[in-house]
Structures are given as structure tokens and as C-alpha cells.
């Protein structure tokens, strides 16, 4: 069972739910992708989703409103 690190996920989020929204929306892409081009997808796309925001591929960007002041 893939079971990721919450507080590595977190490192570029501000919220838990920045990062299940981001992590949703690039699963939805992921589906999308390989629907349009055809492909089959052995692992599930949420996975996909969260490995690619482990390793750097894919940043959350949060709205203005959410980000802390400096």
C-alpha cells in the first residue's frame, strides 16, 4: 500500500486542503491525458498525482489570499 509522508506533502502547501484539491485536480489531468492519447494506466492516477508532488514534478500553487504574509 502506497502510504506517503504528510509532512513531506505539506512542505509546499500552506493547508491540507491545498494539497488534496492540487492533488485531485493533477489526477484529473493525468486521466484526461491518457484518455486523449489512448494510454492504459496500470497504477491509479492519485498516486501518480502524489509521487509526482514528492519529487518536485508538479507544484501546488496556492491563491494569494492563502499564502502566508511575510
Known sequence: MFNPD????????????SLVVGTAKRAR????EAIEYEEHI????ISIAIEEIL????VIE???ELKPKE
Open 62 to 64: 496556492e491563491p494569494n
Open 42 to 45: 496500470d497504477e491509479k492516477t
Open 55 to 58: 519529487e518536485g514534478k508538479y
Open 6 to 17: 504528510l509532512k513531506e506533502l505539506l512542505k509546499g502547501c500552506n493547508s491540507r486542503y
Open 29 to 32: 489531468e493525468i486521466q484526461e
